[in-house]
């Protein structure tokens, strides 16, 4: 990591029926309108599922329960090096519908929108695991 390091990040991968949360970035901050899972920094003292449980609850309004850890990326930006903790989560209440600017998309369409470049590996192992089995031949 370099000396500008914008710090550790937490993001709740929420899924649930085949379908994942996703917003829009706002254009006051780096990577401003790129898609993103919900998350953020981790306060000092907290740990990265404690800060993924509640930035999504802040950034959404839905409560999850974490899974599992998917993974851990180091990526460098031009305004600095993350490391971003990524969680399977699910909500705990189905069926709501999460604040703007979070919407329910599926899975496997996760390559029509953009992402930042250190979420590709994690959207790609999403897309290979939910991808819909090939019919089998006639």
Known sequence: MSDRVAGRIAVAIVLDR?????????????????????????GPGESADDAAVRECFEETALRVRLERER?????????????IHFFDASPIDPGREPAPPFRWVEIHSLDRY???PANQGVIAQLRAEFSAP???PP
């Open 18 to 42: 085949g379908k994942t949360l996703i917003g829009r970035r706002p254009d006051s901050v780096p990577l401003a309108g790129l898609w993103e899972f919900p998350g953020g920094k981790v």
């Open 114 to 116: 953009a992402f930042p």
């Open 134 to 136: 090939s019919p089998p």
């Open 71 to 83: 993974a851990v990326v180091e990526h460098r930006y031009e305004h600095g090096a993350v490391r």
